[in-house]
């Protein structure tokens, strides 16, 4: 089994949709959480952090469930420009943040 | 404010071949580290150090080698190459610990005949 594991997709939908993505990692003991988002042949960049609480950012809201060990990112009114891979990562080194684990990502793509 | 340079760009190697992907960051991070990127498999680890003269190992370290001499440059050296190693190679720096956001290089397509 993978340490992180996502739905690779692809997502296809319309502007203006709500998508939602989920991830579930097996470490019991990771510690922090992100999703990363990777456009086609760029390289990745962080998108948001998962807080225990859950948090949103704008259009974007991920939240974290330790008890099922899944995380999940919703998009709200979805645009051309948020088409790109989404990575979800683990971290399972709370002391040195040395252990960060990447799924393999989900693919969105937003139609007009 | 460069962030994380990577070069070159594009490679392409025969087998058997050696070079060196280069990678400097210029945001004093501490923890710096090398990834490659194979269609399905996500980013998986190959070397990553912590600080200058500190290496360790990651997932995929076999046919690799890296050296931390200053803050600043993290190289990756290909000793020998396969094809297996055809691959997107990404390098990153973070601040050290775990709640720190990782900054990548614009990444190195190398192809191995």
């Known amino acids: 089994r993978k340490e992180v594991e996502q739905d690779p997709g692809p997502f296809n939908v319309p502007e203006g949709a709500t998508v939602a993505f989920n991830c579930t990692y097996s470490?019991?003991?990771?510690?922090?959480f992100f999703w990363y988002r990777q456009d086609c042949r760029k390289e990745p960049k962080l998108l948001m952090s998962v807080y225990s609480s859950g948090n949103e950012d704008g259009r974007f809201t991920a939240q974290l469930n330790r008890a099922s060990q899944y995380i999940s990112l919703l998009i709200r009114d979805s645009k051309l420009s948020d088409s790109a891979t989404y990575l979800c990562v683990v971290n399972t080194d709370m002391e040195y943040g040395n252990k960060l684990v990447f799924g393999a990502g989900t693919i969105l793509r937003v139609k007009s | 404010n460069a962030g994380v340079t990577q070069t070159p760009k594009f490679q392409v190697l025969k087998t058997g071949q050696s070079m060196t992907l280069q990678c400097a960051q210029d945001?004093?991070?501490?923890?710096m580290s090398w990834y490659r990127q194979d269609p399905g498999m996500g980013l998986r680890l190959i070397h990553y150090s912590v600080g200058a003269g500190i290496t360790d190992q990651g997932e995929v370290p076999n046919g690799y080698n890296v050296s931390r001499s200053t803050t600043e440059d993290f190289p990756l050296r290909l000793l020998s190459a396969a094809p297996s190693q055809t691959s997107v190679y990404f390098c990153a720096s973070r601040v050290t610990g775990a709640l720190g956001e990782q900054y990548f290089g614009p990444g190195t397509r190398l192809t191995v005949t």
């Open positions: 945001m004093n991070h501490e923890y």
């Open positions: 470490n019991s003991a990771s510690q922090s």
